[in-house]
C-alpha cells in the first residue's frame, strides 16, 4: 500500500513538471513569433536607400507584392481590399449573373421544345384536341362504367356516340348553307349592283367607264397571278389532307385515352424520375379535373354565346341564322374573342344583304353577348375551377395563334389552366413538406 501511494505521487510529480516545460515552450515559441513578424513588419518599412530611419527622415513604405507580406502586413498595406476577385463583385450582380445564365439556359430548352413541336404540329394538335375531346366525353365514360357496362363498350359508345354528333352538326351546316346559298347569292348580287350605283350618284361621281376599268384591273391582275392562285390552289389540298389526316389520329387517340387512360397515365408517370413520381401522381389528377372544367365549361358558355347571337341574328332578318350560329358556336372555343371574331361574318353578311343598320344591330348584339360572357358567364360556369386572369387569357390566345395559328388559340388557355394548377399543387406540397420537416425538427430538439 505504501509502495502505491509512493507511485501515485511520483507520476503526479512528473506530470506537473511536463506542464511547466510545455508552458515555458509555449511562451518561448510565442516570444519568437513576435520576433519574426515584428522583424517582417520593420522590413517591410525599411528606408528604399538603405539608411536609418530618423525623425526627421520618414520613408515611404517599400513596395513589395501583397501576396508574399504576412497577414497583418498585407491589410495595413491594401486596406479594404477583397482577398479574392469574386468577393469584389456585389452581391445583387452575383445573383443577377446567376439567374441570368440559368434563364438562357432555360431558354434554349423551351426553344428547343417549340421547334420539335412546329416540326411534329400536326401530331401535336391531334393529341392537344384528342385530350380536351377526352376530358368532355370522360365523365360520360365514368357515369356508364358505374352502372355496370364494360369498359370496352362504355368507350366504344361513348366515342361513337360524339362522332355521331359532330357528323350530325356538319350535315346540318352543309344543309343550311346550300339551301340559302341561291337566295344568298342573290342578295350578294343586288348589293354589288347597289355599291355600282352608290359609286356612280354618290359623292364619289364615278363614271361607268371608271369602274369598269376598274374591274377590268382586277380581271387583269387575277389573269397575271394565275401561277401564284394555282400554287395556293395545290397549298389548299395539302392543308385540306393534313386536316382529314389530323382529324382521324385525333379520333383514334380519344378512343384510346377513353379506353386505356388510366395505364397511359400510369406509364406516363414511370418514365419520370423516381423522386418525381409522387409530385406528379398527385398533380395528375388536378391538372385532369381543371381540364374537365375547363372543356365543359367552356361548351355551356359557347352554346348560350351561339343561341343569344343567333336568335338576335334571326330576329333581325339575316339570312341563314342557324349555319352562323354554328360556326359562332366553335369559335367561342377561343375565349373573349373568339365569338366576336367570328361574329364579323354575319356582319358582313347583314350588310351584303339587308343594310347597313342591320348590320350595325348584328354588330351590337354581338358585343352585348361578349360582355355579358366576360363578366358573368366565365366567372359564373368556370369559378375557381379555371382561375385564370383575364390578361393572361387574352395574352395567352394571341401567343398561340401566332406559334400555332387557330389551334394554338385554342389550346392555349387550357395549357395555361393547367400549367397553373400543377404549379399550385407542387408549390403547396412543397410547403406542406417543409412545414412537416420543421415539426419533425422541433420534436427532436424537444
Known amino acids: 500500500m505504501a509502495a502505491d501511494r509512493a507511485d501515485g505521487t511520483r507520476d503526479r510529480r512528473m506530470l506537473k513538471a511536463l506542464a511547466r516545460t510545455g508552458a515555458v515552450a509555449a511562451g518561448v515559441w510565442a516570444a519568437l513569433e513576435r520576433r519574426r513578424r515584428a522583424a517582417a513588419h520593420a522590413d517591410a518599412f525599411a528606408p528604399a536607400d538603405g539608411g536609418d530611419a530618423t525623425a526627421d527622415h520618414v520613408p515611404a513604405p517599400r513596395q513589395a507584392e501583397p501576396e508574399r507580406l504576412p497577414p497583418i502586413v498585407r491589410e495595413i498595406h491594401n486596406p479594404g481590399r477583397p482577398a479574392t476577385p469574386v468577393e469584389a463583385v456585389p452581391w445583387g450582380l452575383r445573383v443577377a449573373a446567376e439567374s441570368t445564365w440559368r434563364l438562357l439556359l432555360l431558354g434554349v430548352a423551351l426553344y428547343v421544345v417549340f421547334r420539335v413541336v412546329d416540326m411534329l404540329r400536326l401530331v401535336a394538335f391531334a393529341v392537344l384536341a384528342a385530350l380536351l375531346i377526352s376530358a368532355l366525353l370522360e365523365p360520360t365514360v365514368s357515369w356508364l362504367k358505374r352502372l355496370g357496362v364494360p369498359r370496352s363498350l362504355a368507350a366504344a359508345g361513348t366515342f361513337l356516340s ?88 385525333a379520333a383514334f387517340t380519344t378512343f384510346f385515352l377513353l379506353y386505356d387512360g388510366a395505364r397511359i397515365w400510369s406509364w406516363a408517370l414511370r418514365c419520370l424520375p423516381r423522386h418525381s413520381r409522387y409530385a406528379m401522381a398527385g398533380a395528375g ?91 358573368l358567364l366565365q366567372p359564373l360556369i368556370l369559378g ?22 387557330i389551334g394554338g388559340a385554342i389550346v392555349a388557355v387550357p395549357l395555361i389552366a393547367v400549367t397553373n394548377t400543377v404549379v399550385s399543387h407542387l408549390r403547396r406540397r412543397n410547403a406542406a413538406g417543409l412545414e412537416v420537416f420543421e415539426a419533425l425538427e422541433n420534436a427532436r430538439q424537444k
Open 162 to 249: 360524339g362522332i355521331a354528333g359532330i357528323g350530325l352538326v356538319g350535315w346540318f351546316v352543309v344543309w343550311q348553307v346550300t339551301s340559302n346559298l341561291e337566295s344568298v347569292t342573290g342578295k350578294v348580287q343586288d348589293g354589288v349592283n347597289q355599291l355600282r350605283e352608290w359609286l356612280v350618284t354618290g359623292p364619289l361621281h364615278l363614271t361607268q367607264q371608271q369602274i369598269n376599268d376598274f374591274a377590268r384591273q382586277i380581271s387583269t391582275a387575277i389573269g397575271s397571278n394565275s401561277e401564284q392562285i394555282t400554287s395556293a390552289g395545290f397549298t389548299g389540298v395539302t392543308i385540306a389532307v393534313e386536316v382529314l389526316t389530323g382529324v382521324v389520329l
Open 384 to 405: 375557381r375551377a379555371v382561375a385564370v386572369h383575364p390578361l393572361a387569357v387574352v395574352l395567352g390566345v394571341a401567343a398561340g395563334s401566332i406559334v400555332g395559328g
Open 285 to 375: 389528377p388536378k391538372a385532369w379535373a381543371t381540364l374537365t372544367a375547363y372543356v365543359r365549361g367552356t361548351v355551356f358558355v359557347a352554346f348560350i354565346d351561339a343561341l343569344c347571337i343567333g336568335i338576335g341574328i334571326q330576329l333581325l332578318g339575316v339570312p341563314m341564322a342557324m349555319p352562323l350560329a354554328v360556326i359562332i358556336f366553335l369559335g367561342a372555343f377561343v375565349p373573349l374573342v373568339g365569338a366576336l371574331v367570328t361574329g364579323t361574318i354575319a356582319v358582313l353578311i347583314a350588310l351584303v344583304t339587308v343594310g347597313p343598320f342591320t348590320a350595325l344591330m348584328v354588330l351590337v348584339v354581338l358585343v352585348a353577348v361578349q360582355q355579358i360572357e366576360g363578366h
